[in-house]
């Protein structure tokens, strides 16, 4: 029976100024964890990442800056039968780039965002069980994700998101293994965090 054990998520926490000449400090952080079990196995998925995003405004509903981004999960595999047939995968992602943020305000209440990011990606990849091995991989991304900010008092407010796309191409460095991911959520997932202009 699959359990959902924590589900933290406070995204896109910023502080921004919607006028020309100020500056961007955004940020995605969220913990996931899973876990399911029955008489003869157990697996366990933990899932942490953290995205920040600094940006200067410069024009008005126009922003420009630099974004990374770090994930670390863990799949684990236990049986109680055969413990050496026991598995682990650590999954560790860094990605640095640049983005661009065009914003148009709706009423003195709401705003519409969409970032267009790009940039490195490095995945590094752990698998345990009888033996352990590492695989690194390098390539690029590319991402879209629109918004909506609620202003609820004095340019303090609310972030809504709600998916976007996610494209990237990643290569190994230890033989010729490729991966070409195109991720699709819009509409698909949701989430919240708070913002104050200034």
Same mark, same amino acid.
Request: proline share 1%; glycine share 8%.
């Given at each position: ?44 998925? /933990? ?12 024009? /008005? ?10 994930? *670390? ?15 682990? !995968? ?10 661009? !943020?065009?914003?148009?305000?709706? *009423? ?21 069980? *009888? ?6 991989? /390098? ?39 490729? /991966? ?19």
């Amino acid at each position: 029976m699959k359990k959902t054990l924590v589900i933290l998520a406070l995204a896109m926490f910023s502080f921004a100024n919607a006028q020309k000449g100020t500056y961007l400090v955004s940020g995605n952080v969220s913990f996931w964890s899973n876990k399911d079990s029955n008489q003869a196995s157990e697996s366990k998925f /933990d899932n942490f990442n953290f995205s920040p995003k600094v940006g200067y405004q410069f024009k /008005d509903n126009w922003t420009v800056g630099v974004e990374t981004g770090f994930s *670390s999960s863990k799949n684990k595999y236990t049986y109680q039968e055969n413990e050496s047939n026991n598995q682990e !995968r650590i999954t560790k992602n860094f990605s640095a780039g640049a983005f661009v !943020r065009y914003s148009k305000s709706l *009423s003195q209440m709401f705003l519409l965002y969409a970032d267009l990011g790009a940039g490195y990606k490095n995945l590094k990849e752990t698998n345990t069980n *009888s033996f352990s091995s590492t695989t690194t991989f /390098d390539g690029f991304y590319m991402s879209f994700a629109p918004g909506l900010f609620l202003n609820i008092k004095n340019n303090f407010g609310l972030n809504f998101g709600i998916g976007g796309l996610t494209y990237s191409n990643i290569k190994s460095n230890q033989n010729n293994a490729s /991966d070409s991911n195109f991720y699709f959520n819009f509409g698909q997932s949701f989430n919240i965090g708070i913002s104050k202009n200034f």
